[in-house]
């Protein structure tokens, strides 16, 4: 399993290439299929954010981060089963 820290420095690498996508390795298994999500209520200029891998589905929360420009964020004021984009059951990195 890939430490703290190594999930840090991923969400470093991916936060910094938005809006674009990110071609970043998993620090878990080495796919490349990382994903980022932001949620938070209307117009908000931050939120929380969801880095995972879908592969392996291992990854990191951060409870508060600036949100770019161009990025997709998910409604914090509707009921989860309604946000979009889904966010996976994943196994937090602490």
Known sequence: ??????????????YR?????????CPN?????LRIVFTARPAANAGYVSLWCDTCLEGTHVCRAPIPDGVTVRPMD???????????NYRLVT
């Open 1 to 14: 399993m890939a430490t703290f820290d190594e999930w840090q420095t991923a969400y470093d690498v991916v």
């Open 17 to 25: 290439a938005l809006p674009a996508a990110s071609d970043l390795a």
């Open 29 to 33: 298994c080495g796919q490349r299929t």
């Open 78 to 88: 509707k009921p989860t089963e309604e946000r979009n984009p889904r966010v996976p």
